[in-house]
């Protein structure tokens, strides 16, 4: 990898290109000078930029697959970052399920088929779920337990599982999965955003979970990171501490109103019905219970330390 | 002398009474006020009244006649006691460099500055500039009485916004005097503690610093207090043996007994005290409680962690005496009949934590949370899905002894000795005959339930 840098630069591929994560990505791959060329795998067009070459490729294609090999076959890429999921639950779950999870087998079959060198997924702190018998923290080895109502993250693990399968199968890759704990900031939109720039949020009386939350240049910076590390594995990219939801939302210039569980459900489902942007009740379970995650090994194998504390993170929501 | 006090104190106690608000600060200028108080006042009201109706000119003359500060009381006198006082300091200053500074320049004379502080005064009250020109006043060994009414010099219908205005000033002044000494404030920073306890069990505290385990530092501050007078007054808890802990990690054993476990933060709290160089102590609840509504919640933010074994080792590993009470839920649910009756101590899952660890287990025994929070029964809410309330007639004064016991060493043993079931239930029972012998001590000694 070294070698190859410091010959030519570093080629890259990025699926998903003109996605949130895409968007935080692209502008550090084009200022880097270690980087020789971009090339963007998506539906959209991105920013115009020398460095970047733009090849359409829709991965809810069935032929997806064929198309990225070919890619990948004529400029042969150091790097691919597979940035290609949505944001948060979509009304049609199985255009959804059709991006993520077979979009995902379509670029696994054609990073096995070129023989990739290395491979970074993004993937969510959410697929740990929301459980009272979590421990404080949550480390990278712990059971995967998910949201059984919600087809967004039982989505997400099924990718997880398809990533462990690669793994399994084509050990000369390596492939990197950072989990991301809910991303805030002015440029990204998801669930935990549109929550917390609510002014008045709908919380259940007598929970009051731990949550935490990375800044959007964080993000940026650990998927940076990502490019040149020697560490391989799955890691929690997490910003500094935690807080109570209460507290984030407070930190966000919301105010929480605590109602009994039945009225909260009520209450969601009657907002998302209605086109209100607001966690969707499948979600519940993360207002519900305390969900945090230990991003010490990243600090330690892969390097990064979020320079964001989760309520500075938060506060930039406010500003925005 | 004694017929003006006599005279004077009534009026004196109304003038203080309506001006006190204004007069404090004023206080330490004050060097002989109150006798001479009264015969000034009592002149003055006249006069003021005279000056409210007559028109300006009229009252330039009657004030030149009258030849006093009394009529500007409300404004000048003060500032005439401030150069007063400036002046007499000045001159003692004066005396005492005199010879030793001769080319320091000499401080203006007390009448200069006075003009100008009277003027700025009159024009606080509207006067036109000529009509304040008061020749300045000899200094006098009395002081004028503060101003009866903020607003009784020529403004015309006395305000009553300035009369609230003058008596919320004082209003607030009594009340933050109140509250910065004695019983009231206390009680307020208790009402405060609670205020705040409530909020972050429903859920709202918006607290925005927390640890990673949950403990709401903000919280614990505010209920100090009430947790200061819990121990030391209302359950008088007595430790003995805090010195056998040893100086790093360690696992804390304790009988589990209270309708609700406040044996933990009590335990935690004598820990601080008895060894205040050791880390925090943390203690572990158990589920029922860590997952109610409202109650779970307020003991995670008091610091309570989830009794499991990833957060008994994270916090053994930051070498932390770590409280834990293997009894469980079956400790706190035992009705008050089979009161310091030691139930099975868990799976042995604390031994064998401490054997894998290499961690010394210190057991300890509490007697008194028994009687502070007697179980006495539980609301059959489980059919309707809510949980099992405890009914217990709050928290009584009974005293508490915690009494800590010799260490059990299981570093020696070797981590392999932790999947050896022999060598975790011979630990398991040293534990317990330790717990339940120190128990059978304390309750012998003990002479009465809440006196001890």
Sequence with gaps: MADAEKKTGLRVAVTGATGDLGGLLMPLLEADPGVRSVLALDIAKPRDHEKIEYRRIDLTFHDAERELVAALTEQPVDVLYHLAFLFGPRRNVAFAHEVEVAGTMRVLSAAAEVKLPRLVLPSLTVVYGAQPSHPALLTEDATLRGCPSSRFVSDKLEVERQVEAFRARNPGTNVLLLRFGPIVGPHVDNPATRLLQRRLVPTVLGFDPLWQAIHEDDVGQALHLALRTEATGTFNVVGRGAMPLSGMIRAAGGVPLPMPEPMVRGLLRGLSASGVKIVPLGLLDYLHYSWVADGSRAEKELGFVPRFHTSEAVAALRRS | ?452
């Design chain 2, 1 to 452: 002398m004694a017929k003006g006090v006599d005279g004077g104190s009534s009026s004196r106690g109304k003038s203080a009474k309506t001006s006190n608000g204004a007069g404090k600060p004023r206080k330490a200028q004050r060097a002989k006020p109150a006798p001479a108080e009264s015969p000034p006042a009592e002149a003055a009201r006249p006069s003021k009244k005279a000056k409210a109706t007559a028109a300006p000119k009229k009252a330039k003359r009657a004030r030149a006649e009258a030849a006093s500060e009394e009529s500007l009381e409300p404004s000048v006198a003060p500032a005439e006691e401030e150069s007063h006082a400036e002046a007499s300091l000045r001159a003692e200053v004066e005396a005492a460099a005199e010879g030793e500074f001769p080319d320091e320049e000499l401080p203006p004379p007390p009448a200069q500055p006075e003009p100008e502080e009277e003027e700025e005064a009159a024009l606080a009250l509207g006067l036109d500039e000529e009509e304040e020109r008061i020749e300045p006043e000899p200094p006098r060994d009395t002081f004028e009485p503060e101003p009866a009414h903020a607003g009784s010099i020529g403004s015309e219908p006395m305000p009553f916004a300035a009369k609230a205005m003058g008596a919320l000033v004082l209003a607030r002044t009594v009340v933050e005097q109140g509250l910065r000494t004695g019983g009231l404030g206390k009680l307020f920073g208790a009402a405060r503690g609670i205020v705040k306890a409530v909020s972050s069990g429903l859920g709202a505290s918006g607290s925005r610093e927390v640890d990673a385990y949950g403990k709401d530092p903000e919280l614990a501050e505010s209920l100090s207090p009430i947790a200061r007078f819990l121990y030391e007054r209302y359950w008088r808890v007595t430790a003995e043996g805090a010195q056998m802990l040893p100086n790093g990690p360690a696992i804390v054993v304790a009988n589990h007994s209270g309708a609700l476990p406040f044996d933990g933060p009590v335990l935690s709290h004598a820990i601080s005290r008895e060894r205040p160089e050791l880390p925090e102590a943390r203690w572990l609840v158990e589920d029922q409680i860590f997952y109610a509504p409202f109650v779970g919640t307020l003991f995670n933010r008091l610091g309570a962690v989830r009794a499991c074994p990833e957060n008994l080792l994270r916090l053994v590993s930051e070498h932390r005496p770590v409280i834990v009470f293997p009894e469980g839920a079956q400790g706190t649910g035992k009705s008050f009949r089979e009161r310091y009756q030691v139930k099975r101590l868990g799976r042995g899952g604390f031994a064998k934590l401490a054997v894998r660890a290499g961690v010394p287990i210190v057991p300890v025994a509490v007697v008194g949370a028994e009687e502070a929070l007697p179980m006495l029964g539980k609301l059959p809410g489980r059919a309707l899905g809510l949980p099992e309330l405890p009914i217990t007639p709050g928290p009584l004064p009974a005293k508490w002894s915690i009494r800590f016991g010799e260490p059990i060493e299981t570093q020696s043993l070797g981590w392999a000795a932790s999947d050896d079931p022999k060598t975790i239930q011979r630990i398991v029972e040293q534990t317990r005959e330790s717990i339940e012998g120190m128990l059978q001590a304390l309750l012998k000694e003990r002479r009465s339930v809440f006196g001890g």
